[in-house]
Structures are given as C-alpha cells and as structure tokens.
C-alpha cells in the first residue's frame, strides 16, 4: 500500500490569502499547505479520498495517470470544490465511481446539477457512478473499507480504514464503538488543525490524547493551519512516533 499525501492543509490552505503571519511568510516548502487531499494506491488501484479545489494542482505535481474511485468524507467545499476538474480521467477511463453519504451525494447533486443531469447533459461534464455508503463496511476492487464515523462540530464525516491504515480528518469528536475500529493500526492519520483548542476540529493536544489511546505504530496530523506554528519547530516537539505530514509526502506499508 502506498500513501501520497496530495494536500494537509485547512479549508484556507497555508499561506492564508494576504495573512502576514511567519509561517505564512515561511520559504520552507513544507510550510506549504493545499488542501487535504489523500491518494491510496492498492496494486495499481488509486482511491482518492476527497476532491477539494486543489485537485488539478496535486495531480500535476503527482503525475497521477488514473484514479479509480473517489471517497468523500463529507461536503464542505475544501473536500468536494474539485469535482469538475476529474474530466480528463474521464474522458480517458469513462465514468468514475464516487462513493458517499447519502446527505452527501444529495449535497454534490445540488452543486453540480450539470455532472449528475439525467437529461440534456453537457458533452464535456465529468462522468461519476454514484455509490450511496453508510456506517457499514464495503468493498471497492476486492479492497475491505471501514467507515469511521465521527463528528466535525455537529456535521457527520466519515474517515476510512484500509487494513492496518485509517484515515481520519475533520473532527473534533468521536464515540467510544467508532474507536474500537482505530486500534491496531500501522499508521493513523489525525486532523490537528492548531494549538488552541477549536470546535470543529481536534487541536494538536486533543489528537496527540487519542493517538497514544489508540496507539498505532505511526501516526500522521493533517489538516493543518498556518495556526499549528512552523513545521520544523513543531515537529521537535511530538512523540518519536508522530509526525506532522507535508504535501506530496509517500508512504509505503
């Protein structure tokens, strides 16, 4: 399994438009931050997980020849504002299937009525298969996912397990049945948007707690703002088996 990290920013991405912050102001490239996209690649199979409005950049600099499914955790535009930009995976492979809540595919529906038109439909829209998913386990390409659900504030979100490797972004609460699916793992990663403590998202205390709970090998934090503080600096201070992830880091498990 390899894991390419297409973007860990916040909604904003970092530097935040017009922000003087330093770590806006930083040169150091992982200081950087698109938003949060996840790329996970099972024998030549690429699921996408999110497609925010940073997708066409993140390819280019992956040079991802093909994706094979998309997942999305939930609709909030920094997860979903890259959808029209699939059309040439498209139009080379044909219809991708997407797969969602139900409130979420009802939500991408209203957002792009061209791509999901049942008549009339625009030559050149993206083609998606949808695939309505709940908090039950499911297969893609003989591939077993499990459904993490968790809270964002008060908005549902899916994260996703993949054997021993899970993914969870977006939230600031989780109950103790959707824990029992994030033990074991080789690498978990975390939503730690900042410092302070925020509401709809885990600060960095907040997810350091619950990974020495769950207590994988590794573990990864996303979803970060120019908030979190300089990489480098932060880095220094998290347990020898957490790291801050950056764009376009690989992993192999």
Not at 26 to 51: E, H, M, Q, V
Not at 126 to 149: A, R
Not at 186 to 199: G, S
Request: one cysteine or more.
């Amino acid at each position: 399994m390899k894991i390419t990290f297409l973007g860990t920013g916040t909604s904003t991405g970092v530097p935040y438009i017009g922000c003087e912050h330093p770590v806006c102001l930083s040169k150091n490239p992982k200081d950087k931050r698109l938003r949060s996209a996840l790329l996970i690649t099972i024998n030549n199979f690429n699921y996408l997980i999110d497609c925010g409005p940073d997708f066409r950049m993140q390819m280019l600099k992956n040079t991802i020849s093909k994706i094979d499914a998309i997942l999305f955790t939930h609709e909030h535009a920094d997860h979903i504002g890259g959808l029209d930009d699939i059309r040439p995976y498209c139009h080379r492979q044909g219809a991708i299937p997407i797969y969602a809540h139900e409130r979420v595919l009802t939500n991408l529906e209203k957002r792009y009525d061209y791509i999901f038109a049942k008549t009339k439909r625009y030559k050149g829209a993206p083609s998606v298969l949808t695939n309505t998913i709940d908090n039950t386990i499911f297969k893609i390409n003989n591939q077993k996912i499990t459904p993490i659900d968790v809270l964002h504030g008060s908005w549902q979100v899916f994260g996703y397990r993949f054997d021993n490797f899970a993914y969870v972004t977006d939230i600031s609460a989780i109950s103790e049945t959707e824990k029992e699916k994030l033990y074991q793992l080789d690498v978990l990663v975390l939503d730690a948007l900042q410092i302070e403590k925020h509401p709809t998202h885990f600060c960095l205390d907040e997810a350091l707690t619950l990974i020495a709970e769950l207590k994988p090998k590794k573990a990864y934090l996303t979803h970060i703002s120019h908030k979190m503080g300089f990489h480098n600096l932060v880095s220094e201070t998290l347990p020898n088996n957490v790291f801050l992830a950056y764009d376009n880091l690989t992993l192999t498990i």
